[in-house]
């Protein structure tokens, strides 16, 4: 059996298992009683399965300018994840909306995913990328405004990526029960503990929202978190210049490789559409940088390639040696590596550097490696180093090699102090309090007690 299938298997199965586990708990939600706040909606959540219900809720997303949303799915046995259940707050109430029932009564989901995407209206989710796309493709349109609380976390003292468990515990000291996530979310009935489980992703939302604007507000960065919010969840209908961009952030390639790169990241949005898997099912992403570094055009070492699925390289490695031929005859054969990076002088430098930068990105409460990934910094380090030997000085925004973009949020809180630091202008300053490092100027929130 092909790996593409071995792997779909074994998750349909670790999800049949889950399922099991979940419908052994009939409390449903956490085991606990919800947190008492204002902002939180005790009780069952309301599912939806009747035109007349989906109505109703649409007409209450309409009064509301801000509501939480997030959705189940299946999405690693398709090109399109399948959608299994929508979850909605307002301010007012919770509603799982199943498409299923309302499928059978002749409803979709047009109507309700228009009415989120409306503008005017903000829109809360949790690592929310493949739930926006779908309500893009649902909606027919682009949302309006969305406010990402796992991204909004990791400006405020919270490292990056945290579960919504772990913010909401960091923000209020209330602890989520075992999230069952990982089940059958397209077997019918959904058992208690699933849609216990669905109603907590949206029922503390908007408390986290609030809390975490605040937050935001008071260190002047809410505008930093609404922009990376939209750079997170920008659409992942086909994207080759945003994918070149995350390949090139996890390891830098070289001119000719992202030739190689954009080639490939071209054939497999459409092996995966003829195949109807998931993209990173046909070729990995690791898979793809493999093969812009070893470039190879021979049906064999193609198929020796770490992380191509035997059944894809059976079937298509002749289309992956034409796509690496086509870039092969638009770029050099061979690049010269910078023979900086074997300078063991140089190679200290950069250590020290990266070091003081997560220092300060730690001291003032930003995830550093949401801010700047290790082989981003060394290629601009490097090139850095070359102008400044040829008597220039090269910021962190300049150059082939720019480590952020002058108007990257990223460059107003690191990249300005890095170049002044550099200059002798700036210093690496640290204070510790009695929750954590801090930088002088700066307050870190206290550490909140863990309540029931």
């Given amino acids: 059996m092909s790996p593409v299938w071995l792997a779909v298997n074994y998750r349909r199965k670790k999800r049949s298992q889950e399922h099991a586990a979940s419908d052994r708990h009939n409390s449903g939600g956490s085991g606990r009683a919800p947190l008492d706040h204002p902002l939180v909606r005790p009780g069952k959540a309301e599912v939806v399965e009747t035109p007349a219900a989906l109505d109703a809720l649409i007409a209450d997303v309409r009064t509301h300018a801000v509501i939480a949303y997030d959705t189940e799915f299946i999405g690693e046995e398709s090109f399109y994840p399948k959608l299994c259940l929508v979850q909605v707050a307002t301010p007012t109430s919770i509603a799982l909306v199943d498409p299923v029932p309302l499928a059978a009564a002749g409803r979709d989901l047009s109507e309700l995913f228009r009415a989120i995407a409306e503008p005017g209206r903000t829109i809360l989710v949790h690592s929310g990328e493949t739930d926006i796309d779908i309500l893009r493709r649902g909606a027919g349109a682009e949302p309006f405004a969305v ?20 913010v909401l515990e960091t923000l209020t000291g209330y602890r989520l029960g075992k999230a069952h996530t990982f089940t059958n979310w397209d077997a019918r009935p959904l058992t208690p503990a699933q849609l216990g489980y669905a109603a907590d992703d949206v029922r503390y939302m908007h408390l986290i929202w609030s809390e975490l604007s605040a937050r935001l507000s008071s260190l002047g960065r809410a505008d930093w978190a609404m922009s990376e919010s939209r750079e997170q969840l920008r659409s992942s209908a086909f994207d080759p210049d945003g994918q070149l961009r995350r390949l090139h952030r996890s390891e830098p390639l070289r001119p000719g490789q992202m030739l190689v790169a954009r080639e490939l990241v071209m054939l497999r949005y459409e092996l995966a559409k003829s195949h109807d898997l998931p993209a990173r099912v046909v070729l990995p992403d690791a898979a793809v940088i493999e093969l812009c570094k070893r470039k190879p055009t021979d049906r064999g070492a193609i198929a020796a390639v ?3 699925p035997r059944r894809i390289s059976a079937a298509h490695a002749d289309d992956i040696s034409a796509a690496i031929t086509r870039a092969k005859g638009a770029a050099p054969e061979s690049e010269p590596a910078n023979p900086l990076a074997d300078d063991m002088r140089v190679r200290a430098e950069g250590d020290q550097l990266w070091s003081a930068l997560q220092a300060r990105c730690a001291a003032t409460g930003l995830a550093a490696n949401l801010v700047a990934t290790r082989s981003v910094f060394s290629r601009w380090f490097l090139a850095s180093v070359e102008a400044r030997r040829a008597g220039r000085f090269l910021g962190c925004t300049e150059g082939e090699n720019a480590m952020f973009q002058p108007e990257d949020w990223r460059h107003a809180a690191v990249g300005r102090w890095i170049d002044g ?25 206290g550490a909140v007690a863990s309540g029931g």
């Avoid at 609380?149 to 772990?166: D, R």
């Fill in 147 to 166: 406010f990402d609380t796992q991204v909004a976390a990791a400006l405020a003292w919270m490292p990056w990526p945290s579960s919504l468990g772990t």
């Fill in 306 to 308: 770490a992380g191509i």
């Fill in 421 to 445: 630091f550099l200059r002798g202008e700036e210093r690496l300053e640290l204070e510790w309090s009695p929750s954590g490092m801090v930088a002088p100027g700066f307050v870190r929130p």
